[in-house]
């Protein structure tokens, strides 16, 4: 990866300004909480209201952070999820990925960037659920540039303030997935789980219930993430993650009767079937369309056990930061977020994906809120 920026390298001022975050306390009370005596976690909707989600895609924290660039683009990707929380206000946020660049990052406890980056959503009080991306937990790729003159930097141990103890505290090892995510479930607003053990390393699978505000227990739609791998196993969705995805439908939703709606990181090879060959025209809709699809390393039944379930409305990914499309694909559509990060490459303008469940009828809108306010590429999924 090319290097960003000049400057030397200092990193005790990044380990001081990511402890600090760390321990930034909630600003307001958590406005959803699990609701007790149910088989899925749930978060309620609004009375009255529309419940609204946004997506932050491909946010990258902790990129070259031996370089000066790097930190000043997490400190940038902060700005654009505050101005995007500022102007919807969602009641859930998903991180959909890749919320940090674990390849880049030389400290051994990579939840500390992951920390910083879901500090804007924490500390207003709004709930939040994760999957990971390819970059999540790849491990440790030593910059070219440490090996030219004047040499390979000293190694600063983080400061004993910070979480490390033990022999691991100048370790160069990565963070694993079942590391981050049990530091994340650790935070009052994550909604985020393990998923089944027989699952893993595959971890982020997991159904989340958005619930009536007049009767928690009646479903208004059910939300389903999945590890879509990378980083430290084969990008794929699994035969176990198909089969453990049509088991728990069959247990939750056999009538089909409650809309569902499918998040992960990496795009099914059935998003290359849809994409615009050059502009973007109807029924797509979106604003860029500046690469091919990067779909996953094959395809094992997943799309073909959704196509089948008709309550599936929509499936969203991200990971191709210069595309922004939804494509209808037979009775369901296929969309990507928006690169809400500074880290990662690509210079379009930043922004994010923002969803809003109706309750009655159902119907499934969105569209994108860029960083400067504007919005574009509304569409209706579902009605």
């Known amino acids: ?23 930034v306390r909630s600003s307001s009370a ?38 000066e660039w790097g930190p000043r683009q997490d400190l940038n990707s902060i700005n654009v999820m505050n101005s995007v929380l500022h102007h919807e206000n969602p009641d859930l946020v998903i991180y959909l990925g890749d919320v940090i660049t674990a390849n880049n990052i030389m400290i051994a406890n990579a939840s500390l960037y992951w920390n910083q980056a879901i500090s804007p959503t924490r500390n207003r009080g709004i709930p939040w659920v994760s999957v990971f991306g390819n970059h999540d937990d790849a491990a440790f790729q030593w910059p070219l540039e440490w090996f030219s003159p004047p040499g390979i930097p000293p190694i600063h141990c983080p400061l004993t303030t910070t979480s490390y103890s033990g022999d691991d505290e100048c370790s160069f090892k990565g963070t694993g997935r079942l590391e981050l995510m049990s530091n994340e479930m ?22 989340l219930q958005v619930s009536s505000p007049d009767y928690p227990p009646s479903p208004v ?3 389903y993430f999945l590890d879509s791998g990378g980083g430290s196993y084969p990008e794929l969705i699994s035969n176990d993650q198909v089969e453990w995805f049509r088991r ?65 409305k929509a499936i969203f990914v991200g990971h191709n930061h210069g595309l922004d499309w939804c494509c209808p694909y037979n ?53």
Not at 1 to 23: A, C, V
Not at 189 to 202: C, D, E, K, M, T
Request: with cysteine.
């Open 186 to 207: 650790k935070h009052n607003g994550s909604f985020s789980s393990y998923g089944p053990r027989n699952l893993w390393p595959s971890v982020s699978n997991y159904v």
């Open 221 to 223: 739609a059910f939300l």
């Open 248 to 312: 728990k439908a069959e247990e939750i939703n056999p009538d089909k009767r409650v809309p569902e709606i499918v998040f992960w990181h990496i795009p099914s090879t059935a998003y290359k079937v849809v994409a615009p060959k050059f502009e973007i025209r109807k029924p797509c809709v979106g604003s860029i369309n500046k690469e091919s699809v990067a779909a996953q390393e094959v395809e094992t039944g997943i799309m073909d056990l959704l196509l089948n379930r008709t309550s599936v």
């Open 30 to 67: 958590l406005r959803f909480r699990p609701v007790c005596g149910v088989s899925e976690r749930q978060v309620r909707m609004p009375e009255g209201a529309a419940f609204k989600i946004g997506l932050f895609a491909d946010l990258h924290f902790g990129e070259d952070a031996w370089t």
């Open 331 to 383: 009775n369901l559509w296929l969309c990507y977020a928006r690169h809400t990060g500074y880290g990662g490459y690509g210079d379009w303008p930043r922004g994010a994906r923002i969803l809003q469940i109706n309750q009655t009828p159902f119907s499934l809108h969105s569209w994108i809120r860029m960083e400067d306010g504007q919005v574009h590429s509304k569409v209706i999924l579902s009605s």
């Open 1 to 23: 990866m090319e290097s960003h920026g000049g400057g030397k390298w200092k990193i005790l001022l990044p380990l001081l300004f990511l402890s600090l975050i760390s321990t």
